[in-house]
């Protein structure tokens, strides 16, 4: 069974950072994108960031220059790293197969679960 797991949310201070990890099981990461989704509350689950399988990635425009994907096939492992949070950038943050509609927006694969996600706080 398709597995992504998030972990590495957690409170920090506005202009702190975070590394989130999605370890992947059962699919070979290489063959795959991957994106990053995040969901506030009382709001729609939204994609932040995606990497292709070329390695191209893309990003939210609210997050462009803050966040990065990178993708690890040794390790099985696509992290986010989040630098200069802000507290709008606080949610529950969730990995997932990804298929692309254009260059730049990209949505969840058909049939996939989403994991439990990790909450990411940022508050003074």
């Known amino acids: 069974q398709v597995q992504l797991v998030e972990s590495g949310g957690g409170l920090v201070q506005p202009g702190g950072s975070l590394r989130l990890s999605c370890a992947v099981s059962?699919?070979?990461?290489?063959?795959?994108?991957i994106g990053w989704f995040r969901q506030a509350p009382g709001k729609e689950r939204e994609g932040v960031c995606a990497?292709?399988?070329?390695?191209?990635?893309y990003y939210k425009e609210s997050v462009k220059g803050r966040f990065t994907i990178l993708r690890d096939g040794a390790q099985s492992t696509v992290y986010l790293q989040m630098n200069n949070l802000k507290p709008e950038d606080t949610a529950i943050y969730y990995c997932?197969?990804?298929?692309?509609?254009?260059?730049?927006?990209?949505?969840?694969?058909?049939?996939?679960?989403w994991g439990q996600g990790t909450q990411v706080t940022v508050t003074a």
């Open positions: 990497i292709n399988v070329y390695g191209t990635a």
């Open positions: 997932a197969r990804v298929v692309f509609i254009s260059q730049d927006l990209w949505r969840p694969r058909d049939n996939d679960s």
């Open positions: 059962e699919f070979t990461l290489a063959n795959y994108a």
